[in-house]
């Protein structure tokens, strides 16, 4: 019986252990198995991450070319992009032949041929390229000789921004616009839809205005930042259009509509009357300009105006008769010293963001004001009253190249009054009217709280080219022995002056206020030469010849647009969606 047992117990065994070596073999086989797709997925892991080091590669490459491909154009070059050539495909023997090389077992490395598909970047275009690199795992038996090859191909769209070029800038109340490639771009306060993009929300940063009619299918011509309004004039083949957005309280968006309203999108003006069978039709619109809540054109060489006329700066009827008009209306003509009945404008003023006095020049080349006149803003000389509905000519002056003006017209405090700036007399700027802080560039001690007629500005070398004023400081772009500098003179409590001088602290350091002209160096670009000056309200502007602007002064409200809300004592760069890192599109 105890034989019978142990034989019994001793086929089961031989037949478990038999069951266990199948259980293990099976168990052997399927690690062995796993071990080896572990691998192979390893490889071709590594073979796609040497793939995306090709796009990479590719990408860098046509960032530095302008969007173009660069590779396969050298003669004795190998063709395509790889780890041992430069961007020209051409072999660099100081460049590394493979992307990873562990020695006896294997290496890794990458080829990119010719684009699949590229596009090159425009003015309203981004540019483009279909990137396709093929990347390779070589297995190798420690002497160099290749067993297995893993590989993998890798695609990438990349793209760039569109060549975004500022033209223009103009400053309204606390906001800032500018002509960007044909589009508009404003940034700044936005509480009654002033940025024009369909919003009432502030942005420190520049958002494109919408859009419509001949601002999509036209070029911009011309734009105007006033009070919390904004306006620009197109062109196309059917003709020029205004068109404009913003507070609309007064009538000054010029669509026939107002009382408590605003438009937080562009609409276009509705000319009606004389306006609409002739000035205004076809391509007679020139230039448009805008001060306060009002709004002017130059159409047929005439100047018309709409918005409100509380201290007669629609220049039609009287002050405050009629209050307001929706639509454009002719301004007065004749009279002592005032325009002449058969005159021919050329340029309105610019600025004018919160004062309430408008300029223009005609064909002859003088000047003629007309608005608020109780700080002498208007530089007629002695007036009766505070406010002229007839534009009057500004005493002194022969040969007016440009006139800019702004300032307050409410406050009590006379060193923040309107003041108005002129080119005139071979290139020698003017100013006058509230002159308490510097602005009108007055020399000498006591200098007066305001000026009724124009006084020449002293310390500005070379010949001005342009003056653009602010609330309570002024600037002129210079042509001095050839080159183009920036000078200003007035109010610096926020910086507006740009001198990168410190407004705090002991003198001689404090820079309050000052009537000398001060030269702007600081902050701009080296090797960049200045196109184009801008200022208003509490900033001032420079577009450069590389297109991009420069703006300081007060952002509080973002209307810098460099992406803070702090005042800037120097130029500092607005960002203008400039040209950065391409990004990839997966």
């Known amino acids: 019986m105890i034989r019978q047992k142990n034989g019994y117990s001793l086929v089961l065994i031989v037949l478990m252990s038999t069951f266990i070596l199948a259980l293990l073999a099976g168990a052997m086989k399927v690690v062995t198995q796993s071990y080896v797709y572990s691998q192979e997925e390893y490889y071709y892991k590594l073979a796609q991450e040497a793939g995306e080091a090709g796009t990479a590669y590719a990408n860098a490459c046509l960032d530095s070319n302008g969007a173009e491909q660069s590779w396969g154009s050298v003669p004795g070059g190998i063709g395509s992009l790889r780890p041992e050539t430069n961007c020209k495909g051409a072999v660099n023997p100081s460049y590394e032949k493979y992307v990873f090389d562990e020695g006896n077992k294997f290496r890794t490395t990458f080829e990119v041929g010719d684009l699949e598909a590229s596009t090159r970047s425009t003015a309203l275009s981004a540019a483009t390229a279909q990137i396709s690199s093929i990347g390779r795992v070589e297995i190798t ?28 800038t103009v400053s309204g109340t606390n906001r800032t616009c500018a002509i960007l490639s044909n589009n508009v771009w404003c940034w700044g306060k936005n509480n009654m839809g002033q940025l024009g993009d369909g919003t009432t929300s502030d942005s420190n940063i520049p958002v494109k205005v919408r859009s419509i009619g001949d601002m999509r299918n036209g070029e911009i011509i011309d734009i105007f930042t006033a009070q919390h309004h904004s306006c620009v004039l197109t062109k196309s083949s059917t003709g020029r259009r205004i ?34 069978t002739s000035d205004f039709s076809g391509n007679k619109i020139s230039a448009i300009g805008g001060t ?37 209306v002719m301004i007065n003509s004749g009279g002592s010293n005032g325009i002449p009945n058969n005159y021919s404008a050329t340029k309105l003023s610019t600025g004018g963001s919160r004062s309430q006095t408008m300029c223009v020049i005609t064909t002859e080349k003088r000047a003629y004001c007309w608005g608020q006149a109780k700080f002498g803003q208007l530089g007629v000389g002695p007036v009766a009253g505070d406010n002229y509905s007839r534009a009057t000519r500004v005493k002194g002056l022969e040969d007016v190249d440009d006139i800019s003006q702004d300032g307050y017209w409410w406050t009590k405090d006379p060193d923040y009054v309107t003041h108005t700036c002129a080119i005139a007399n071979a290139g020698r700027v003017y100013c006058w009217g509230g002159a308490g802080r ?43 022995g050839g080159k183009k500098e920036v000078y200003c003179w007035g109010n610096n409590e926020m910086g507006q002056l740009g001198a990168n001088k410190k407004y705090e602290g002991p003198p001689p350091e404090v820079i309050i206020w000052t009537y000398e002209p001060m030269k702007i160096n600081d902050g701009l670009p080296a090797g960049e030469r200045i196109v184009s000056l801008s200022a208003g309200a509490n900033r001032g502007c420079v577009i450069m010849t590389n297109k991009r602007s420069y703006c300081w002064g007060l952002n509080n409200e973002g209307q810098i647009g460099d992406g803070t809300n702090q005042n800037r004592i120097s130029p500092t760069e607005s960002l203008f969606l400039r040209p950065v890192q391409n990004r990839y599109i997966y």
């Open 141 to 168: 038996n420690g002497s160099g000789v290749v067993l297995k090859t893993y590989t993998a191909v890798v695609k990438k769209s990349v793209t760039w921004p569109a060549d975004i070029d500022a033209t223009r």
């Open 438 to 480: 510097g602005q009108a560039g007055s020399l000498g001690s006591g200098t007066p709280k305001k000026h009724i007629e124009p006084r020449l500005v002293h310390g500005l070398p070379g010949v001005a080219l342009q003056v653009e004023v602010g609330i309570s400081h002024s600037c002129a772009l210079m042509n001095n």
């Open 292 to 328: 306060g809540d009002t709004s002017c054109a130059i159409a047929s060489g005439k100047v018309y105006c709409w918005g409100s006329n509380r201290f007669g700066q629609l220049g039609y009827g009287s002050p405050g008769s009629p209050g307001y008009s929706a639509a454009p």
């Open 243 to 276: 068109y404009c957005w913003g507070d609309n309280r007064s009538g000054q968006l010029g669509n026939s509509d107002f009382g408590g309203s605003y438009s937080a999108v562009p609409i276009e003006i509705k000319v009606v009357g004389l306006a609409a």
